[in-house]
């Protein structure tokens, strides 16, 4: 008869040794490959590597399971494995799988404008469950077209300055509102100077900056009513140890800006930094996307977003002093257009709760606030009103949004909140419409000392 291993059998200590270590393994190898499969049906833009980076995986945990199956010392697997890790990572970096080694290296410290995009930049951008995207920064720093493929001539140029909403990092570059507005707009070169981060003050000093090398026909300026008003004033650095250029507007009306102390980084990172840049880290991070996204339900009081604070009918001191210095943003960058004889237009981007009337509702009730003391548009109804004042063309895109996402149409990222390709799609027709009705399109290019104000006004 044969004898059953028991647990205190040395032979079954032996084998659970030898062979735990690679089940483990396998298991792992197992669920990455589940993970995989599960993105790419979903339609995850990394499909065309993601069968390299599966054998990648594979190599190393049948490595680690080798390594601790067999070899007699705990100290010598370990090694085994770190050496096996470091080899991976290098591996990683070296085949440009994983190109960067985190979304710092996008960026670096500029001491007029806080931060800017940084030229030949190449990096991987990850939101679990959303999308994983290669992004690449062109040579002058933005990101758009190489500067080499801009087609010789003297097209008329569309200049779009804005924060993440038109860098649009979550989607491929093709899929990008401006890149399809280049498309679809003959004649006119729609070229991408959004910069993460940014509020209307960094695109004031933006926009001088583009006037001394260039004169575009037409500065477009998407202002997010999230987040723009409070990056005026000041009030977050958005990127750690970088300031941002402060403005106030004085009793008399007068708008002053400042950016004599910005600074840039004070210190190296930090240990967790340091992990969350590995190129194994963004491996990691691109197993668990099939975890999902989160409901509204998880959303906690600090974490309520801030556009509840600017779509309140009585807004407090703090609202209406980021709203006062927006607009006389506004104001001095339509003098700065029209002042270099170049046109001035407005497009107000909404967030996803506005698009969302469900979503919406939804949101005031997690928050417990009552309905009337908020109006949805407040913020677009103030930026439009101004425009009309000013003589400044404004396209608002809250009601081709909200018509797309009554259709069924996916216009955001749930948890980044950014336009998905879709969301781009609608924005471009948008754009492309309003241009011509308003006969802007027809009017770039225009030539004379009142060009500028006169397309403006049209």
């Keep these: 008869m044969q004898q059953q291993l028991t647990a205190s059998d040395p032979r079954w200590r032996s084998a659970l040794w030898r062979w735990g270590p690679l089940g483990i393994s396998a298991s792992g190898l197992a669920g990455t490959g589940a993970a ?69 290296d996008l960026f670096r410290f500029d001491g007029r404008l806080g931060w800017r995009l940084e030229p030949g930049a190449r990096v991987v951008v990850s939101s679990r469950g959303e999308y994983w995207n290669e992004v690449r920064i062109n040579a002058a720093g933005w990101r758009d077209r190489p500067v080499q493929d801009e087609p010789p001539g003297n097209r008329p140029l569309v200049a779009v300055l804005g924060d993440s909403f038109v860098t649009n990092l979550g989607v491929r570059d093709a899929e990008v509102f401006t890149d399809r507005l280049d498309r679809d707009l003959p004649g006119a070169s729609v070229r991408n100077f959004g910069v993460n981060g940014y509020g209307q003050v960094q695109e004031l000093l933006l926009l001088e900056e583009i006037f001394e090398l ?152 997690r928050f417990e606030l009552d309905p009337a003391n908020y109006e949805r548009q407040a913020p677009q109804r103030i930026l439009t009103s101004w425009c009309r004042g000013a003589g400044v063309p404004c396209l608002d895109l809250l009601p081709d949004l909200e018509t797309s996402q009554r259709e069924g149409e996916t216009l955001y990222h749930a948890r980044e909140q950014h336009w998905t390709a879709a969301g781009n799609a609608v924005v471009a027709r948008s754009l492309l419409t309003w241009l011509g009705e308003s006969g802007l399109s027809a009017q770039l290019g225009s030539e004379g000392p009142d060009s500028g104000e006169s397309l403006a006004r049209r």
């Design 36 to 104: 995989f499969a599960q993105h790419w049906s979903a339609g995850g833009h990394a499909a065309g590597w993601a069968l390299p980076l599966l054998s990648l995986v594979a190599a190393t945990l049948l490595a680690a399971g080798h390594a601790f199956g067999r070899l007699p010392h705990v100290s010598l697997g370990i090694v085994s494995l770190g050496l096996t890790l470091a080899c991976g990572e290098l591996l990683l970096r070296a085949t440009g799988i994983v190109p960067s080694a985190g979304t710092e």
């Design 214 to 365: 260039q004169r575009p026909d037409l500065a477009l300026v998407v202002v997010y009513v999230r987040n723009d008003f409070d990056d005026n004033t000041g009030e977050f650095d958005w990127i750690r140890g970088y300031d941002r250029p402060h403005s106030r507007v004085g009793a008399t009306g007068e708008l002053t800006v400042s950016s004599v102390s910005l600074r840039a980084l004070d210190g190296g990172r930090s240990l967790g930094e340091r992990v969350f840049g590995l190129a194994l880290y963004k491996l990691a991070q691109r197993l668990v996307f099939a975890l999902g996204t989160p409901s509204l339900a998880e959303l906690s009081p600090d974490t309520q977003p801030p556009e509840l604070r600017y779509c309140r009918k009585a807004l407090g001191a703090r609202e209406q002093e980021a709203l006062r210095t927006t607009l006389s943003v506004l104001d001095r960058m339509r003098a700065t257009a029209w002042a270099q004889g170049s046109g001035f237009a407005v497009a107000v981007a909404p967030t996803r709760w506005q698009v969302d009337a469900a979503a919406w509702h939804a949101l005031l009730d």
